[in-house]
């Protein structure tokens, strides 16, 4: 039985950024439609989809974490097929960027990791948005991210994609709602997310890291 392409029927959001020196970054949520009512809607509704995500304010838990050396500048989406081809691409920047207030207290490319969950077990279920962390509280008897601190992040991070999902589901087609999800590549299926958790350990973007040109101080030996 051949397979009916519904145009999209899933979203990649992907959340932009810049930080001082000109390095990009971004976070890339996918929002699932796991009922298609039929039909399709016309590129400026998704332009319309955009700008709406673009206009959902940073929450300030995350907006600290950037330090005022980094900051959310654009969003773009991606409309996707059932058979993963991309169909639809939108993009609206924020208007201001937004960024936090305080200086730097960490390397450029530490991060704190959102992990995704979803009912179903195994790696292919699971996803994993990495934010950008130049600015983090550490508990100076644990050395570890404080659990209120923990908190703050994940409830930040939960009201930021909520406000996402929210603002992409405008009604265009009656029955289409889209979800947050995991796109498992593996299996060509997404889960809807079910839970959402953070770590009291910031991680470090192994990628983010080898794009950039590092300077080294030298010094010769033995000592003179």
């Given at each position: ?30 929002y699932w ?12 509704v ?60 960490c ?6 990791v ?44 939960r ?7 929210d ?22 299926s ?30 010769g030996?033995?000592?003179?």
């Amino acid at each position: 039985m051949a397979v009916v392409e519904t145009p999209c029927q899933f979203i990649r959001v992907s959340v932009q950024g810049i930080i001082a020196g000109g390095e990009r970054w971004s976070i890339n949520p996918v929002y699932w439609a796991f009922d298609w009512p039929g039909g399709d809607y016309p590129p400026e509704v998704f332009q319309e989809m955009a700008a709406a995500a673009a206009a959902v304010d940073v929450p300030a838990g995350l907006q600290n974490l950037l330090s005022n050396q980094a900051s959310v500048t654009s969003v773009r989406l991606d409309g996707i097929s059932n058979t993963e081809i991309v169909t639809k691409t939108a993009s609206a920047a924020l208007n201001p960027a937004q960024s936090g207030s305080g200086a730097p207290s960490c390397p450029r490319t530490t991060a704190v990791v959102v992990s995704l969950r979803t009912a179903a077990p195994g790696a292919s279920n699971r996803g994993r948005l990495y934010w950008p962390t130049l600015q983090l509280p550490i508990d100076s008897n644990t050395v570890n991210i404080a659990p209120n601190v923990q908190t703050m992040i994940v409830e930040a991070m939960r009201d930021y994609l909520s406000g996402i999902e929210d603002a992409i589901n405008i009604n265009e087609l009656p029955g289409l709602t889209y979800r947050l999800a995991v796109w498992s590549r593996t299996n060509h299926s997404g889960r809807p997310v079910t839970r959402l958790a953070v770590g009291n350990q910031p991680d470090s973007q192994r990628r983010r890291k080898d794009a950039i040109i590092e300077s080294y101080v030298s010094s010769g030996y033995p000592a003179p």
